[in-house]
């Protein structure tokens, strides 16, 4: 027990440490958990100028708190997920969600099929460079005050299209990659997982009332541990029946989001959210080998390029498409280059699946990804008017 | 005025005062009770942040601005309806052609058509004054009339050079 307890001590810390300096600088704190997790893990580096680094063993304990870190990551996606939002703006979010998805879900398939990866490891490619992530993103957008322009509406517009397309992408994928088989098993698969989620997706439209009740507790303590119970529960029994902990976890997040506990889970259950998430990225971090890092560079180097081009191009077009003028339909551009939390997410149910590419391969171009992504997307926005300036599209330089 | 009010996931809720033409005063709610209030020039400007306030601080400072702590009297607008009449306030200026007048020198109920019903000097208050009243400066009138000839009342009391008001 000491053992384990130091181990956990030490990861802990280092994720702290990790958090508070990625903080210092502006940065996205999602790469520096990830970044801590290499050091300290049992890969490579193991060792720094002689001193022994493989302070953190992969440990059971730490899988499963990254695995709430997954559920949880998706219960708030569920959480804030407006439906209502999403209606209101159905016809402009229709547009600039599916310009999004083609553009971007397209490159990605491309680059799937040129590195040669069969069809299922494509669809993952795919999926791991179309979804921007909402944590870097809102995070950027504060910071630069962006979330007071008009350039957030087509930003948070377009992140509520991808939440509820990678709800349903996650749902079909891990029916067909994880039930292995035929075509029919697959399709029965997929229809399996669509029942279930048909039945959550009821008990979130009709139970509203119920779950009002249930969760009414007096003290912040019972409350917390009835949405952590309730949650882990229907996520792990879906998991069970070899479907999403992930989306089935989503689902719990929307049935919650009609009820009047909303503000109160984002008080009460954030910060267990954000303590499950952070040991997440650690644990990816642990799981990481960068040597693997090598055979794909290309790929790597070709989806950053290719990827980035393709968030600024649609996010542009969709800027035009709410009427923004040039400088702020850029913005948006710059503002969804991004990626982070959800596609690791993805990523980790390559590595559950564990074969051929999606084993190692893909999982470890994922991290490289991730970690290039956040950080040039925190930059990019960081530097956005500079370089628009610098381009000669800004306010200053020409008349709109 | 119109109010914009957007969820923004995983912060809070953003409103959108319109102030003059596309100014604008952004507010925005983090689900943990801070405020970050914004101000955007135009449509071509960036929104400069100007203060963020914890939700206790914001609470205080909503009430200050509702006046639930000070309500200032606007005297201009004060307005008492008594049937088609209202009563109104008018203080006497310095250069008022009033000071220093009796009532009954001024002729103000023939001039514009008010009845002048009180006088309020400093703490004491003369109520039905008699025509021989003479009025000083820093006098408060209280005058009942109809809101034209209030207005009347309005400019005879402030203009300085002897004259008949228009009607």
């Known amino acids: ?400 | 005025m119109t109010v914009y009010e957007t969820e923004v996931p995983g912060v809070g809720h953003k409103f959108e005062l319109e102030l003059d033409g596309d100014e604008r005063l952004v507010v925005l709610i983090h689900h943990d009770g801070k405020r970050e209030v914004y101000h955007r020039p135009g449509e071509n400007a960036d929104s400069e942040k100007l203060f963020s306030l914890s939700g206790q601080l914001a609470r205080q400072l909503g009430s200050i601005l509702e006046g639930a702590h000070f309500q200032p009297v606007e005297l201009d607008e004060v307005r008492v309806p008594v049937g088609e009449a209202i009563i109104e306030w008018f203080d006497v200026e310095p250069d008022s052609r009033l000071a220093g007048q009796t009532l009954a020198a001024a002729d103000i109920r023939d001039r514009t058509g008010v009845s002048v019903i009180a006088i309020q000097r400093g703490e004491e208050t003369v109520s039905n004054p008699e025509p021989t009243e003479t009025v000083a400066v820093g006098d408060i009138l209280v005058t009942l009339g109809t809101r034209d000839e209030q207005d009347d009342f309005g400019t005879f009391v402030e203009n300085d050079a002897p004259g008949t008001p228009e009607s």
Not at chain 1, 278 to 289: H, K, P, R
């Open chain 1, 1 to 400: 027990m000491a053992a384990l307890l130091l181990e956990v001590g030490i990861a802990l810390t280092a994720i702290a440490l990790a958090g508070a300096l990625a903080n210092r600088y502006g940065l996205s704190v999602i790469p520096a958990y990830i970044v801590v997790g290499v050091l300290v893990g049992p890969n490579e580096p193991t060792s720094l100028a002689g001193i022994p680094l493989t302070l953190v063993e992969q440990r059971e304990v730490i899988d499963v708190l990254a695995e709430l870190g997954v559920v949880f990551l998706l219960f708030f996606l569920g959480l804030e997920f407006s439906i209502g939002q999403l209606l209101d703006d159905r016809r402009r979010l229709a547009v600039v969600g599916s310009l999004d998805f083609t553009v971007n879900f397209g490159l990605g398939a491309l680059l799937g099929f040129a590195f040669g990866y069969t069809l299922l490891e494509t669809m993952f490619v795919a999926g791991i460079v179309y979804i921007s992530s909402s944590a870097v993103i809102t995070k950027s957008l504060i910071d630069e005050g962006w979330v007071a322009n008009p350039e957030s509406g087509p930003i948070l517009g377009t992140l509520v299209f991808e939440d509820l397309l990678i709800a349903v992408y996650l749902a079909v994928l891990s029916a067909v990659a994880l039930g292995e088989g035929t075509p029919a098993d697959a399709a029965l698969a997929v229809a399996t997982a669509f029942a279930f989620l048909g039945v959550l997706a009821l008990v979130a439209w009709y139970g509203t009332e119920y779950l009002e009740r249930l969760f009414d507790a007096d003290s912040d303590e019972l409350f917390l541990l009835r949405v952590l119970g309730v949650t882990t529960l229907v996520a792990g029994a879906a998991l069970t029946a070899g479907l999403s902990e992930a989306v089935a976890a989503f689902f719990v997040g929307t049935a919650f989001s009609a009820t009047d506990h909303t503000e109160r889970i984002e008080h009460v259950v954030a910060p267990a959210r954000d303590f499950f998430a952070a040991v997440f990225f650690f644990a990816i971090g642990l799981t990481t080998d960068v040597t693997l890092l090598a055979g794909v560079a290309w790929l790597l180097l070709a989806a950053v390029v290719v990827t980035t081009v393709g968030k600024l191009v649609s996010g542009t077009v969709s800027g035009r498409v709410y009427g923004l003028d040039r400088v702020r339909s850029l913005r948006v551009g710059f503002g969804l280059v991004p990626r982070g939390e959800f596609s690791l997410v993805i990523a980790t149910l390559a590595a559950s699946v564990g074969t051929g590419a999606l084993g190692d391969a893909i999982p470890a171009f994922t991290v490289g990804y991730v970690l290039v992504m956040s950080v040039l997307g925190t930059v990019l926005v960081q530097n956005a008017d500079r370089i628009v300036d610098r381009a000669g599209l800004g306010w200053e330089s020409t008349a709109d």
